[in-house]
């Protein structure tokens, strides 16, 4: 049911395919892990599919699940997937881009501790700033993850450094161009 998106629906419109978004959601909840295998079965079988309708099925499967199953199970399943969801951020189509981002602020917001602030904050800062500048479709999943991401590496009020520091000024150059438009 994920796969039956309707692009040119509004967003806010109740679907069938935001309602098995929200039904394996609620699930990954309440059944917690054995709710992994066969999702991962489904995101594995779909991810790289020609169909944009699988490819956002997907992501966001594998978003939807974020919340509810150990953290120890997830943490090698998302370490290995980080890279590979941040490169989705340029999928040639807008749906697939909006889910994506949505599905990374899923992970800053409930699975921080699988990212390497090492080496996935600067590619992620970058691919949704990117997608912030593109459609604005995905802007508030962009927003979202970002405000995510600064919740959770933002460090502790007052502390002169964190892991977003670095990032800083070219964070605010890019969001004030943003504005502009």
Excluded at 67 to 96: F, R, S, T, W, Y
Excluded at 101 to 130: E, K, V, Y
Excluded at 150 to 174: C, I, K, R, T, W
């Amino acid at each position: 049911m994920l796969t039956k998106q309707d692009e040119d629906a509004p967003e806010e419109e109740y679907n069938i395919a935001r309602a098995a978004y929200q039904c394996l959601q609620l699930w990954a909840q309440c059944v917690s892990n054995p709710i992994v295998t066969p999702v991962l079965s489904f995101v594995e079988k779909n991810l790289r599919s020609d169909d944009w309708h699988n490819r956002n099925a997907a992501v966001e499967a594998f978003g939807a699940i974020i919340e509810g199953p150990d953290p120890n199970m997830l943490d090698p399943l998302i370490k290995q997937a980080l890279p590979v969801m941040i490169g989705m951020m340029d999928d040639p189509h807008v749906m697939v881009k909006d889910s994506t981002a949505f599905a990374l602020g899923r992970i800053c917001m409930f699975a921080s501790g699988s990212i390497d602030p090492t080496a996935h904050i600067q590619p992620l800062i970058a691919a949704l700033f990117n997608g912030l500048s593109g459609s604005p479709r995905i802007a508030s999943s962009c927003c979202f993850s970002l405000v995510a991401l600064a919740d959770q590496f933002g460090g502790e009020p007052g502390a002169q450094e964190n892991y977003l520091s670095p990032h800083f000024e070219a964070s605010v150059a890019h969001l004030l161009q943003v504005t502009e438009r």
